[in-house]
């Protein structure tokens, strides 16, 4: 139960962290947003849970690395999204559409 507040808790920080920091600086908010943080508080966990399992360490590692494109996907078309002053949700919309496409591509590839 100490993991999942701790877990909690420091996701949220950076969440809380991000959105603050939109307002003065968008771009450096993004780049945190989108920094190895996330994906080194989730390896770490990964490993303790699973008491450093070197199997599904390096396939959790190959997953992001390729998971990397579809997540690059997502901003681009929110980007051009917003580029065309189209609604957030819209917005959301077609990005997340475009990260489910890529992700099912993503799947089929690490089968």
Same mark, same amino acid.
């Given at each position: 139960?100490?993991?999942? =507040?701790?877990?909690?808790?420091? !996701?949220?920080? =950076?969440?809380?962290?991000?959105?603050?920091?939109?307002?003065?600086?968008? !771009?450096? %908010?993004?780049?945190?947003?989108?920094? *190895?943080?996330?994906? %080194?508080?989730?390896?770490?966990?990964?490993?303790?849970?699973?008491?450093?399992?070197?199997?599904?360490?390096?396939?959790?590692?190959?997953?992001?690395?390729?998971? =990397?494109? *579809?997540?690059?996907?997502?901003?681009?078309?929110?980007?051009?999204?917003?580029?065309?002053?189209?609604?957030? *949700?819209?917005?959301?919309?077609?990005?997340?559409?475009?990260?489910?496409?890529? %992700?099912?591509?993503?799947?089929?590839?690490?089968?």
């Amino acid at each position: 139960m100490y993991h999942t =507040i701790l877990k909690v808790a420091v !996701s949220l920080s =950076i969440i809380l962290l991000c959105t603050w920091l939109a307002r003065k600086t968008p !771009s450096t %908010a993004g780049l945190i947003a989108v920094m *190895p943080l996330t994906g %080194a508080l989730v390896l770490f966990w990964t490993y303790i849970e699973n008491k450093g399992d070197k199997e599904i360490m390096e396939g959790f590692s190959r997953g992001a690395v390729w998971g =990397i494109l *579809p997540t690059m996907l997502f901003f681009i078309v929110a980007m051009i999204c917003f580029r065309k002053n189209l609604a957030l *949700p819209v917005t959301a919309l077609c990005s997340f559409a475009a990260w489910l496409a890529a %992700a099912a591509v993503h799947r089929l590839i690490l089968k």
